[in-house]
């Protein structure tokens, strides 16, 4: 699993264990497996010697780290330079062994031919406690480095980020890769800083022993294969877990379609069908049980999945009344979240999973979209106080937040998954890994992580019926460490997911 802190606890962490090693340990450290991570790097495009390094450096330790790491390069055979954009404040120790490595400053008015001609560019502009975006001259170099053809290289993350936000408040470094020191910062994994960072690599600093709980985690394969629910020899279709799906209308019934096929696939033993649309149900899904009835008089199910593409009417108000009503763990979708009554949900005993997306977020908080979208985790855990709820924050970056425990942030997915109906699948997915035994957190984890996984597995452009389809081949590849990779439909970096 990997884990994210904020700003305050990094150096809360770096203060204690430097009180216990030597002076300049932690920068050697990490100047050491940042100049490694460069080497990999060249290596795989001409090699280190002869190759144009330029590090663009601020004041701080952030550019003493590039400067040592580029000092390293120079003395492996690289030609290096240094852009001082603070000449008076740069790190004096990591600037005196640039020099004795040979390596040579510029004016920052002088290094448009450089950085243009350079096969590497270092950023160590600004480090964690960096705000409000770059300043003007260094707005010119960042932009100079994204247009040129050198791999952009950001040292802990990219200048010009919210390191414990994942927000930008104006321009930053665009990343071909950062190399972070320690633990991962929460920019590092949620939009839309995270998508300046590009690939990611940790180096260990030794900060282990002094970090506390996680503020943020991200869930891989091993974790969710400890979570996935297994049949055992006594199993049978209700032990394994009933789920129930009130969803789709005249207007829509394609929803109750998707969202029945993504519930199939995600571990419960039956799945209960309760709307308008039963015939189309069927006709995709034979296994299905249905029945047009109120959901209060479906059967026993151990959990419950209300709004997608269920309308506004009285049917549906009332449906949503009902399953809120009942004892068991309830998936709020769509409709279903524009219907609920806030003071209902609070007062709830059982377990409440809310799965908005941005625009449905922002509507329940009385928001603007564009502000959810920039300060993703602000929203998500206000959103999880405000209802006294588990909340899947659907985008970008997926984002499950709960009361008391840290707020996890889905690593899967491809922006193939912005179509229609996407949705729909997961919230049928995650409803079902409800039933299954999973708690709310557990199964929006695992049902945005499968979900993600399937939007790589598929084909690509697909629609959402084909996503249901690729669900047990996510699930399998989870299983079976062997299985092979997905294919990425997003490009190099893969690290977010989005539904829609």
């Not at 904020?6 to 204690?16: D, I, K, P």
Request: with cysteine; hydrophobic share 45%.
């Amino acid at each position: 699993m990997r884990h994210a802190y904020t700003v305050e606890t990094v150096r809360a962490a770096e203060q204690a264990l430097m009180a216990v090693v030597p002076d300049g340990t932690l920068m050697h450290r990490a100047a050491t497996g940042l100049a490694a991570a460069c080497v990999n790097l060249l290596s795989d495009y001409r090699g280190v010697y002869g190759s144009r390094v330029v590090v663009l450096t601020g004041s701080g330790d952030n550019g003493g780290d590039a400067l040592y790491a580029a000092a390293r390069l120079a003395r492996r055979g690289a030609e290096a330079s240094a852009v001082l954009l603070a000449p008076d404040k740069a790190h004096p120790g990591g600037l005196a062994a640039f020099h004795r490595a040979g390596g040579r400053t510029v004016a920052s008015e002088d290094s448009g031919p450089l950085i243009a001609r350079a096969d590497l560019v270092l950023d160590g502009i600004v480090g964690i406690g960096g705000k409000g975006g770059l300043r003007p001259e260094a707005v010119r170099l960042a932009r100079a480095a994204y247009e040129a053809r050198a791999a952009v290289v950001a040292v802990d993350l990219p200048s010009g980020v919210e390191a414990s936000t994942g927000e930008v408040h104006g321009d930053a470094v665009q990343a071909d890769a950062t190399i972070t020191f320690g633990t991962y910062k929460p920019c590092l994994l949620i939009d839309p800083a995270a998508e300046h960072a590009g690939a990611l690599r940790l180096i260990d600093i030794g900060l282990g022993p002094y970090l506390p709980a996680p503020e943020l985690e991200a869930l891989q394969h091993a974790d969710v294969a400890a979570l996935l629910p297994v049949p055992v020899g006594e199993s049978d279709k209700y032990r394994r877990g009933v789920v129930g799906v009130v969803a789709g209308s005249e207007r829509y019934p394609g929803a109750a379609v998707l969202a029945v096929g993504g519930a199939l696939r995600g571990g419960a033993g039956a799945v209960r069908y309760v709307g308008p649309v039963t015939d189309a149900v069927i006709a995709r899904y034979p296994e299905t049980l249905v029945t047009t009835g109120p959901p209060s008089k479906a059967g026993r199910v151990q959990a419950w999945v209300v709004g997608p593409g269920l309308g506004d009417d009285a049917r549906g108000r009332q449906a949503v009344t009902e399953v809120l009503a009942s004892d068991v763990p309830v998936l709020l979708d769509a409709d279903g979240l524009r219907l609920a009554d806030r003071h209902t949900i609070r007062e709830r005993t059982a377990p409440t999973l809310l799965t908005p997306h941005a625009g449905e977020a922002a509507a329940l908080l009385k928001a603007a979209r564009e502000d959810v979208e920039a300060a993703r985790l602000a929203h998500v855990r206000r959103l999880a106080g405000e209802f006294a709820a588990t909340v899947l924050l659907k985008g970008s970056t997926t984002l499950v937040a709960q009361q008391g425990y840290p707020v996890r942030v889905n690593p899967t997915g491809t922006p193939w998954l912005s179509t229609a109906g996407s949705g729909d699948v997961l919230s049928g997915l995650t409803g079902s890994l409800l039933a299954a035994g999973l708690t709310a957190r557990d199964a929006a984890s695992v049902g945005a992580y499968l979900h993600g996984l399937a939007g790589r597995y598929a084909p690509v452009p697909f629609g959402s019926h084909e996503l249901a389809e690729r669900i047990p081949e996510a699930w399998h590849s989870v299983r079976s460490p062997s299985a092979p990779g997905p294919r990425s439909a997003s490009g190099p970096r893969s690290t977010s997911g989005r539904q829609s």
